[in-house]
């Protein structure tokens, strides 16, 4: 018990820790806050709606619902949409056993027909197996109540996320720590020091891991609980929307309890396969990849494979699947296990269990078996045909950042992760682009008379056409049907002309103005959105961090900043040093980011017009200065490689305010990542939140703020209470 203790004092006496969890309960918090009041379905649409409701039977309600959507007068001021949506949920409750009658019935349709009838495939038995699941929530009466509350508390992927990297964060000071501050060889040859000492880390992590779950899903519901209500906690779980497939017989308190025990065990799966990780491997950047390699597979498989594959195995006992816990409970599912039909619900529970004792066990016997890393054999073997060959101080610099702390890996690591991520580019789909991609090219060229005619006569054409829908509209439309159909088919190719026409009119009278097809350079420019820019951003902050972080902490972890301060070189050679490594580091980053990205979209959009004014895209026609399309793009890569290069010296700085390699990297990922990662999970008010506008620029360039510059004010005011310190203790 006294080594369980010192554990959980030692994690929680570090101050970046409790920093770190600090802020995942304040940003959480105000992003449940944000993702409500940010919906199309405002709170305000669900109150006044169900305090419209309040006292009514569920048959009661479901008329009212149905007198709305029949009542297309317009007079209420109800969200058109929010009442469709409460309409099917209440619908479904109101008629939950036509609901088990149809299941059975569908079942015996299916059975009958050909597809489906071949007993020895895994639709035949899936079919077969399911309605027996359903047999005991026969005498349920779900009830309808409020459900967003619920539903918005235990489906939120940035809670997650921030659980996840609170469990890593602690794996990596329990786990690592130890070996990082060199008390290894210590603990190793005390009498507990091997696998009690283990069992009791991993004691204290699922202490952590099950505090944090608790709260921070207790802060979920405290929130929503003010935000839209959570109902009558003892109505069945089958009353909450989307969970009416649901084949539990538990109420809604029954659910949140079963919920946060599940999700405790999916996140200790986590942190116990982190552990086994942690323990086999010689040093932190070599525990991100691996870790990053499996997750990044878990998440592929999760994503990729189909549900009803025969591989679907792999979907389901899955590292992000397992914290998905509403997919799991909501509906009865059978996985497709090589045609089998296996029930998801058991199958998740014991693979989660299975795969927490095995990594537990395991993680024990290896960390028990260790060979005691602080006292290596030490080799007196001399190389016969050595030369001794003297090298530069920058080549020793980068020798330990490529290959003593395995930077190399690193790099091809993130070149191979950025070319996924081109090799999966895609466009989307839109039918206006269509046509304005083929007027664009049609009128490709100098803005002329023959131009500007061409623009008249198909506004006449397209105008001629509507009039000519109008009067048979007027007359007769139903016998005219077909006529109008096909004059609308005539008509349709209008939704891309006008925006092209609007383009012309804008930019006519401008210096090197030409038409070409500028959709690529909107979507390279951040015009119709910042996805890609914090897509890409995050890949090449990560790679700078695993990089740079490493350079100077881990000097300062094993107290060579003496011995470095006696050379001749001395200590401003070595800051010199890893400071220009780090600019080239940064390049390299952005140089990995920015040219094949480039000719990915030339792949998809065809950039045309690089020597056309940039005021020829109608979003610049107000741009300060003329210049062309080139020297924007330049100018904007330009000036991203300088964010990357300042981004990479504060990440320098602050791995030489860290003692060791763990602590450097958590902060920076915390500084720079965590608000990229957030943003793509959805939050884009996060888009002006830390480093993501710098890195991004084009959002600074499209809508300059004083918040884009409050991370340099906070940096700078860090920088001067320092250099403050410093005085003062001198």
């Known amino acids: 018990m006294t080594v369980l203790l010192t554990e959980l004092k030692k994690l929680f006496s570090n101050k970046i820790f409790l920093l770190i969890i600090s802020s995942v309960f304040v940003l959480n918090a105000y992003l449940v806050f944000r993702t409500a009041n940010s919906a199309e379905e405002t709170p305000e649409d669900y109150k006044r709606i169900y305090s419209e409701i309040d006292g009514l039977s569920d048959e009661e309600k479901l008329k009212w619902f149905n007198g709305l959507t029949n009542d297309f007068s317009g007079q209420h001021q109800y969200n058109w949409k929010l009442i469709y949506e409460l309409q099917e949920e209440c619908y479904n409750v109101v008629n939950y056993k036509e609901y088990l009658e149809s299941i059975k019935s569908q079942a015996s349709s299916m059975i009958n027909v050909s597809i489906f009838a071949k007993p020895d495939t895994f639709n035949y038995r899936s079919i077969v197996k399911t309605p027996p699941a359903y047999e005991n929530v026969q005498d349920v009466k779900p009830v309808f109540d409020v459900s967003k509350g619920i539903i918005s508390a235990t489906d939120n992927s940035f809670t997650d996320i921030f659980c996840g990297f609170i469990v890593l964060f602690a794996t990596l000071l329990i786990m690592i720590s130890d070996r990082e501050q060199g008390m290894a060889g210590f603990l190793f040859s005390m009498k507990r020091g091997r696998s009690y000492l283990v069992y009791m880390k991993l004691i204290a992590l699922m202490t952590v891991t099950f505090s944090i779950i608790l709260l921070i899903y207790t802060e979920n519901l405290i929130i929503t609980s003010h935000i839209y209500g959570l109902g009558d906690l003892f109505r069945p779980i089958q009353s909450v929307n989307g969970f009416i497939g649901c084949n539990l017989k538990i109420n809604v308190i029954e659910y949140l309890l079963l919920y946060l025990f599940f999700k405790f065990i999916a996140f200790g799966v986590i942190g116990a396969i982190l552990t086994l990780i942690a323990i086999n491997t010689k040093n932190v950047v070599s525990f991100y990849g691996i870790s990053a390699v499996i997750f990044i597979a878990e998440g592929i498989a999760y994503v990729k494979i189909h549900p009803l594959s025969i591989y679907s195995i792999f ?69 016969i045909k050595s030369k001794g060959k003297i090298h530069s101080l920058y080549y020793y610099t980068f020798y330990k950042s490529l290959i003593m702390q395995k930077g190399l890996i690193v790099i091809v690591i993130f070149i191979a992760v950025n ?25 490709e060229g100098e803005i002329t008379q ?126 010199h040093r890893n400071i220009v490594v780090s600019v080239i580091y940064a390049i390299i980053s952005a140089m990995i980011w920015m040219i094949p990205y480039t000719l990915t979209v030339s792949q998809y959009y065809d950039l045309k017009g690089l020597n056309a004014s940039i005021k020829s895209i109608i979003d610049f026609a107000d741009f300060p200065i003329n210049i062309t399309v080139l020297q924007y793009m330049l100018i904007l890569y330009f000036l991203r490689t300088l964010a990357l290069i300042i981004c990479s010296l504060i990440i320098l700085w602050i791995s030489s305010k860290c003692r060791n390699i763990t602590t450097s990297i958590l902060i920076n990922s915390a500084v720079f990542a965590l608000n990229i990662i957030i943003y793509l999970l959805g939050a884009k008010i996060m888009v002006n939140v830390g480093f993501n506008a710098l890195l991004s620029i084009n959002i600074i360039l499209n809508d300059i703020s004083f918040i884009h510059f409050l991370p340099f004010i906070i940096l700078l005011i860090i920088f001067i209470s320092n250099k403050i310190k410093i005085k003062n203790s001198l």
Do not use: H
Request: net charge negative; glycine share 2%; proline share 3%.
């Open 419 to 443: 070319a996924f991520v081109n090799q999966n580019f895609y466009k989307k789909y839109d039918f206006v682009d269509v046509y304005y991609r083929y007027y664009a090219e049609l009128l």
């Open 315 to 383: 979907r389901y006992i899955n590292l992000v699947s397992f914290t998905k816990i509403n997919e799991i409970f909501c509906n009865y599912k059978n996985i497709n296990f090589w045609e089998y039909p296996v029930p998801l619900i058991p199958t998740s529970v014991g693979a989660v269990i299975i795969i927490f004792l095995v990594s537990v066990i395991i993680s024990a016997y290896l960390y028990a078996k260790k060979r005691n890393l602080e006292f290596k054999k030490v080799s007196f073997k001399s190389k």
């Open 450 to 575: 023959e131009t500007i005619d061409f623009c008249d006569s198909e506004t006449q054409r397209f105008n001629d056409i509507q009039d000519k829908i109008d009067e048979l509209s007027a007359e007769d439309p139903v016998a005219n049907s077909y006529e109008l159909n096909e004059l609308n088919r005539e008509l349709f190719p209008r939704v891309g002309f006008e925006p092209l026409k609007e383009r012309i009119e804008t930019i006519k009278n401008t210096d090197n103005a030409e038409i070409f097809y500028d959709t690529g350079y909107k979507r390279i420019f951040g015009i119709n959105g910042y996805d890609d820019d914090m897509k890409y951003a995050l890949l090449s902050i990560l790679m700078c961090i695993f990089l740079i972080s490493p350079m100077i902490s881990n000097d300062n972890k094993y107290k060579m900043m003496y011995i470095i301060n006696s050379t001749t070189s001395g200590n401003k050679s070595y800051i």
